[in-house]
């Protein structure tokens, strides 16, 4: 398997935007150490502090769907439930 990509797109409901920011900052430190993470960053909109975007290589596949089933990314989505107004993720191969 090749490595993988991902930017993901956070944008959190602007009465929510904070809580939505401290939810993703707990994430970083636990999946920087997970098994097949190269690198897992988090960088906010200089124009629109409610959007978010990860930026997220995996040494393949398996690893990314362990990272989206582990206990710390599931109680995110928990503890963020109704506070963001779209996820998007978007898997992308590194060609040049």
């Known amino acids: 398997m090749s490595k993988l990509t991902i930017v993901a797109r956070i944008l959190a409901k602007p ?3 904070e809580l939505v920011k401290q939810e993703l900052l707990k ?6 150490a997970e098994e097949g993470c190269i690198n897992y ?3 906010r909109d200089n124009e629109n ?3 978010f975007l ?3 290589n995996w040494e393949n596949r398996d690893s990314l769907e362990k990272h ?4 710390h990314f599931v109680a995110f989505q928990e503890a963020t439930k109704g506070a963001i107004e779209e996820f998007i993720v978007n898997e ?3 060609i040049a």
Do not use: C, P, V
């Open 49 to 51: 502090e409610n959007l």
């Open 27 to 32: 994430l970083i430190d636990i999946t920087r």
């Open 41 to 43: 960053d988090l960088h």
């Open 68 to 71: 989206a089933s582990n206990t």
């Open 54 to 56: 990860f930026f997220e």
């Open 15 to 17: 009465e929510k935007q």
């Open 92 to 94: 992308m191969t590194h």
